[in-house]
């Protein structure tokens, strides 16, 4: 690949050549191990080591994908917020099933995950909302996400009317509509990069019985 800065290109070869990643490598919990990369690409410098691709389907099976913010990892998954009006949020109430990646290039790796979504309890929301800047909380309220506008002047307008409902001095509340989407893993793939193409791929699978085993994947 051309135009990588010495850094950049130091970095993937050594990332590609040096750090080959084996089931003796791996935390016995996906959650453990989630956090051991994820700390790794923080260390990194990676620009948003959070942000992560979504990727969903209407009921006729074409997909669509958008990158959004982890906002919580546990046990039990990997938590979002969006606008449930949203083509996502729409997609999701059809077919509550969902991809998720994190495309952690600089260091070679990938972490892909897949599995059942549904919505986080309601306290969950509003504790985050709360946190939130309040330009977002306005916005939260102002966009009528993934719907067509006319103009940008309309939703500059929008955001004006809903700050002229909330007066700087009044808490926003979580929009009904708007909330926290957790995937629950059905897999999570761990994806190291090694050279010859000849790439590690070790996946964490929850069985039928609902116990958690690590298979190998072919590159």
């Known amino acids: ?8 290109a130091d970095m993937r070869r050594d990332y590609a ?16 191990q989630f956090q051991r ?3 790794d690409a923080v260390a990194a410098g990676l620009p948003e ?43 999701l109430r059809a077919n509550p099933y ?9 260091m070679m790796r990938q972490i892909a995950v897949r599995g059942t979504v549904t919505e986080v309890d309601r306290v ?24 067509v506008l006319p103009d940008r002047a309309a939703l500059d307008e929008r955001y004006a009317a809903t700050e002229r409902r909330f007066p700087a001095e009044s808490a926003i509340p979580a929009p009904p509509h708007w ?15 090694r050279s010859g193409r000849l790439h590690d791929r070790l996946r964490y ?8 085993i690590i298979e190998r994947l072919a590159p």
Do not use: C, I
Request: hydrophobic content about 40%; overall charge negative.
């Open 1 to 8: 690949m051309t135009g990588d800065t010495p850094d950049l």
């Open 17 to 32: 050549t040096e750090q080959g990643l084996d089931v003796t490598d791996l935390a016995p919990a996906w959650p453990d």
């Open 37 to 39: 990369w994820f700390a």
């Open 49 to 91: 080591p959070n942000a992560m691709v979504l990727s969903t389907a209407d009921t006729a099976g074409r997909p669509s994908s958008r990158t959004v913010l982890l906002k919580g990892v546990d046990a039990r998954g990997f938590v979002f917020f969006t606008n449930f009006e949203s083509r996502k949020g729409g997609e």
């Open 98 to 106: 969902a991809a998720l990646l994190f495309p952690w290039h600089p």
């Open 124 to 147: 969950e929301t509003e504790t985050y909302f709360a946190g939130r800047p309040r330009a977002s909380q306005v916005a939260a309220w102002a966009s009528p996400q993934s719907r």
């Open 179 to 193: 909330g926290g989407l957790r995937v629950a893993p059905e897999t999570v793939e761990f994806w190291q990069g």
């Open 205 to 212: 699978r929850r069985t039928e019985q609902g116990e958690w």
